[in-house]
């Protein structure tokens, strides 16, 4: 299949089933947390549909793709340069009768798509408020990092509308945020279930923080084992080269 690769663009591997991505240099590339994200949520069971709230390149959508038998996927992103390079990326992993993306703002997709049917929501939101931390130039980066467009009360209250009852939301996020996280995933009758907290190294402060959330679940919170991202020696751990597909 020829697929059109613009300036400044690259094909990259994803070391996973051969899958590949297009992505930007000037751009937001993916990182590392959306790769933990794709194999924290990997129970999503077969034949069920998905929902990716500001999906970006589509990198969650394309390896949960690869990871789970999803029937369907839909990738919510606001900006149409980044929507356009996602469908593109959808085409070169043939992922078209899987994977769609919608061009929109995720506080609208409630009138645009059918409400209370989602099985699972993923998501990899903006993670620093408006106004704090150091502002990008790149507009793209910045809707990508900060909460331009959409603020976490509304990625969430959008995940409260969109799932069906009991359904489940799987979010990456910081752990200087978690208060506010827990405190509106609770005020949207959105129940925290799982939480684990990723390190970069033993002895260090964890920087992100993997969340299971159900709608309308009941009480009950487990904490999971923390995850570790490199040794002392600066190589990943086993436990991310497993993630990578790297060791069994």
Known sequence: MD?????????????????????????????????????????????TTVLDLGT?????????????????????????????????????NNLQDRFNIVNENIKNIPEILEKNSYD??????PYKKINTGKTNDSKLKLISRHEVEASLEDFINVSYKMLKDKGTLFMVHRPDRLVDIL??????????????????????????VLIKAVKNGKEFLIIEKPLYVYNEDGS???DILKIYNKID
């Open 183 to 208: 405190y509106t995933l609770r005020k949207n009758k959105m129940e925290p279930k799982k939480i684990k907290f990723v390190y970069p190294k033993i002895n260090k402060e964890a920087n992100l």
């Open 3 to 47: 697929i059109e690769i613009k300036e400044n663009e690259r094909i990259d591997d994803l070391e996973y089933k051969n899958l590949k991505i297009i992505q930007n240099e000037n751009g937001f590339c993916f990182g590392i947390d959306s790769v933990l994200l794709s194999d924290f949520a990997k129970e999503i069971k077969d034949n």
């Open 120 to 125: 699972y929501i993923i998501t990899n939101p």
């Open 56 to 92: 970006g390149t589509g990198i969650l959508g394309i390896l949960l793709c690869g990871k789970t038998k999803l029937r369907k996927i839909t990738g919510i992103e606001v900006q149409a340069e980044i929507a356009e390079m996602a469908e593109r990326s959808i085409k070169l």
């Open 236 to 238: 990943y751990t086993d």
